[in-house]
DNA sequence: ATGTCTTTGTGAACGCGTGCACAAAGATGG
DNA sequence: CCATCTTTGTGCACGCGTTCACAAAGACAT
């Protein structure tokens, strides 16, 4: 799972709880497939089994939406494709701009799960200087000293980060300034932005410490209770004299995290 | 934010609740930062400012593994980063093999995050022939005829998917069948795997489109009401006469999603 | 030793999300 | 036109997660 949103603590947005949003684009996703099989309704049932999730789940999430169903049939394919498109808003156009153009950003570039949903990479950004110029995806990489121009220029309203983490900060305050208002995080950091930004975080290793943890569980069910294997239990350490300030100066935050999503 | 767990519905693991667990590695990472900068102790305020949560919220999670700070003081950074390890199961070497080495399975391999975390990549799997042998992240790539022997061989309980969305679910079979138990999926694709196996997922796109639902909303916040702008809002079509039976051979799913993730 | 000050740990209230179960709606057949 | 059958849409209850607010615990100064 990709976590977190940042702020907008639990603002249903116009009556469709956040949930149901995160669950819209993998119904659209399932209906798709369908709409190339050319099948022309569904039931709920069907559709929730193909989504992965509860169908009365399913039904109460569109019912967000409407009444888009047909009682005793289903629910038409194209129409259902169409209204989820449009409350997602996938029927317009949305140009982002990928900064970090290592391998993962390289990789974003590439994926081509974005044009088939509406999204068209408007530009890949680079700090490097060898970088520029050389086409990625077949999009030429431009250097990072033109992002407000770029951003600018063509509208963009959606970056993507995929930066090392030290840096991560820096070009979210450029977006930012520059008018981008949501923002998909790849750099292991905290992103602190005014209101009104929008911020997702995916960030790979959390997802495998959550595997990791789950892991563990099932390996020690049946084995050796609870005595610590490993060398070094630590016991509770003698508090030093004084409290360290830890004087953090403003909100730089914890950016020299130790690995880079990219050297890029 | 990666998505969902699957199977284990609410389950809380031994106390420790699902949500809490999701944090763990969130405050690991700040506490690693500081523990590199030689700061011995954090209150839960600071701590969760570094983490971008709620100190309270943190406070309870760090409550639900024990009693592990002094009143009037804070935190022990250092203890705190090896109970948190402990319980996430990072004290111990987790081999993962990642499958499917496009661009995205290249740059997992490459990943710094993996190997400080106590993660090993074991192996590179694709099917291309032409791969086979070559080395990607210094990891020379294996053929997917191999799969089963290099599970069994490496002990892997944590498999990677990065393989096109039509070959996932074959995969992950295959990973199963193997002894594999934990799943992290890059998959367009619902994968169904039997019950004690965990699957993870992140999807690149639907991040993008949770962030598009915002954006628009933002957008049309105070302008045209309701009124569609897009050309066709379809009137609710008129149904057909039988409604098709969609007649799903067994739980193959919907495989064929338009784009792969990556071409391997 | 006593008082003050800081910070943890948690009881309790609240809100969101989930899932059950069923009534209403519509299709279909006679 | 009526009966039956399917499937939606939703009222309701329950449980998890979040947050507030505060008492207890310990550090520190005098």
């Known amino acids: 799972m990709a976590t977190g949103r940042t702020h907008r603590p639990a603002t249903r947005s116009r009556g469709i709880p956040e949930a149901t949003v995160a669950r819209l684009p993998l119904y659209l996703r399932a209906l798709t497939a369908l709409s190339e099989r050319s099948v022309p309704t569904v039931s709920s049932e069907e559709l929730a089994a193909a989504a992965g999730v509860n169908s009365a789940k399913l039904r109460k999430d569109f019912s967000y939406l409407g009444s888009y169903g047909t009682r005793g049939v289903g629910y038409d394919v194209e129409y259902l494709v169409y209204q989820i498109s449009r409350e997602l808003g996938l029927t317009q156009d949305w140009p982002v ?9 390289a990789a974003l570039a590439g994926y081509g799960g974005f044009a088939s949903r509406g999204f068209r990479v408007a530009a890949l950004i680079d700090a490097d200087p060898a970088m520029t ?35 991560a900060q820096q070009v979210c305050d450029r977006l930012v300034a520059a008018g981008v ?43 050796g209770a ?5 060398a070094a239990p630590v016991p509770p350490p003698a508090p030093r004299a004084t409290a360290a300030p830890a004087a953090d100066g403003g909100r730089k935050g914890p950016d020299g995290d130790v690995p880079a999503v990219m050297p890029a």
Do not use: C, M, Y
């Open 97 to 105: 701009v990928i900064v970090g153009i290592g391998n993962l950003g």
């Open 133 to 167: 110029g050389r086409p990625v995806a077949g999009i030429p990489v431009q250097h990072s000293d033109d992002l407000e121009k770029i951003i600018a220029e063509d509208g963009v309203s959606i970056g993507v980060i995929a930066t090392p983490a030290g840096v």
């Open 181 to 223: 208002t949501s923002i998909l995080n790849f750099a292991p950091t905290v992103l602190s932005v005014p209101d009104g930004v929008d911020v997702r975080k995916v960030d790979l290793s959390i997802e495998l410490q959550i595997l990791a943890f789950h892991e563990q569980r099932k390996a020690g069910e049946e084995a």
């Open 226 to 230: 609870d005595s610590a294997r490993p």
